[in-house]
């Protein structure tokens, strides 16, 4: 899609403000289990997102390119002021990031070097 001045748009701008609200932060997977009761293949991650967040439980829909086991000590940029949401018998408390494949499949979007925990992208 092309605007008025022929410049391709991905989505509808948001001003910086709104994008400052978004927290986005860095955490590190403490624990990850098989979300069995998933309707999508999922697992259930605990994140240490340091001190001043703690920790944050999440579901992920990370099944096909992750296991639980590999997981374990993975960094990862997750949004933690969204609000709690139900996923099934789990209470997610953030959203992780990441981003589709070709076949769909989710990648996870993660610091390509070691980040302080709860380090906010600037």
Excluded at 61 to 78: D, F, H, N, R
Excluded at 80 to 101: H, W, Y
Aim: aromatic content about 8%.
């Amino acid at each position: 899609m092309a605007d008025d001045a022929g410049n391709t748009t991905v989505g509808e701008e948001i001003t910086w403000a709104e994008f400052e609200k978004v927290e986005l932060r860095v955490g590190v997977v403490l624990r990850a289990e098989v979300f069995a009761e998933a309707r999508k293949p999922a697992h259930k991650l605990w994140v240490d997102f340091g001190p001043e967040i703690g920790e944050r439980k999440s579901s992920a829909q990370i099944a096909s390119l992750y296991t639980p086991e590999e997981l374990v000590g993975k960094q990862v940029i997750a949004v933690v002021n969204f609000p709690r949401k139900q996923i099934g018998p789990f209470m997610s408390e953030c959203l992780i990031t990441g981003f589709a494949d070709e076949q769909g499949r989710i990648l996870l979007a993660v610091p390509d070097k070691p980040a302080p925990l709860g380090a906010k992208l600037c």
